[in-house]
T-cell receptor, first 114, second 112 residues
Framework: KAGVTQTPRYLIKTRGQQVTLSCSPISGHRSVSWYQQTPGQGLQFLFEYFSETQRNKGNFPGRFSGRQFSNSRSEMNVSTLELGDSALYLC?????????????FGQGTRLTVV | GEDVEQSLFLSVREGDSSVINCTYTDSSSTYLYWYKQEPGAGLQLLTYIFSNMDMKQDQRLTVLLNKKDKHLSLRIADTQTGDSAIYFCAESLTGGSYIPTFGRGTSLIVHP
């Protein structure tokens, strides 16, 4: 079956703009999590969605938001971009069925803010 | 301090064994994971261990868990150049929500 698909793979934006990233989970997976990966901070948890509801949220400012659709696809949005938002944004999907805690990651979206 | 700590770099010779270490702070962690990230790729789950186990072996990979010391290690036998990557240790709790806490990753460099 198809893996987790993130689009676009690469993105260049200027400060002050906003950006929307997309994540299509593995078919049947209802949990989608987002992470920001930077050399300095490592992998930081942004938020998790399950059945269209945000279930968990990391310590990021309100400029970072997300949503999940009825087909489990998820988007994250970053408004008023700052240079420090340049990072690899990773999405992971999980079925969370009994005994299965594996998360499958997409290849990520590389965002560069100039 | 960080919840999950790893050394940043490890360099080994091809054919040798690699041991990547990790310490975590949350004693209620139930699942402990090792992920691999190759350049330009996302994270790939290598293996995981439940907290009620102390060892798990899967082909060239051996995971050791010392729950008392909150120490997790990943041993790669007969390390190959294709094993060069960043290895992440992660922990998570039960409760139906998969929110692992990751270490910063250990860059494994395998040289001939």
């Amino acid at each position: 079956k198809a893996g987790v698909t993130q689009t676009p793979r690469y993105l260049i934006k200027t400060r002050g703009q906003q950006v929307t990233l997309s994540c299509s989970p593995i078919s049947g997976h209802r949990s989608v999590s987002w992470y920001q990966q930077t050399p300095g901070q490592g992998l930081q948890f942004l938020f998790e969605y399950f059945s269209e509801t945000q279930r968990n949220k990391g310590n990021f400012p309100g400029r970072f938001s997300g949503r999940q659709f009825s087909n489990s696809r998820s988007e994250m949005n970053v408004s008023t971009l700052e240079l420090g938002d340049s990072a690899l944004y990773l999405c992971a999907s999980s079925s969370l069925s009994a005994g299965n805690t594996e998360a499958f990651f997409g290849q990520g979206t590389r965002l560069t803010v100039v | 301090g960080e919840d999950v700590e790893q050394s940043l770099f490890l360099s080994v010779r091809e054919g040798d064994s690699s041991v990547i270490n990790c310490t975590y702070t949350d004693s209620s962690s139930t699942y402990l994971y090792w992920y691999k990230q190759e350049p330009g790729a996302g994270l790939q789950l290598l293996t995981y261990i439940f907290s009620n186990m102390d060892m798990k072996q899967d082909q060239r990979l051996t995971v050791l868990l010392n729950k008392k010391d909150k120490h997790l290690s990943l041993r790669i036998a007969d390390t190959q150049t294709g094993d060069s990557a960043i290895y992440f240790c992660a922990e998570s709790l039960t409760g139906g929500s998969y929110i692992p806490t990751f270490g910063r990753g250990t860059s494994l460099i395998v040289h001939p």
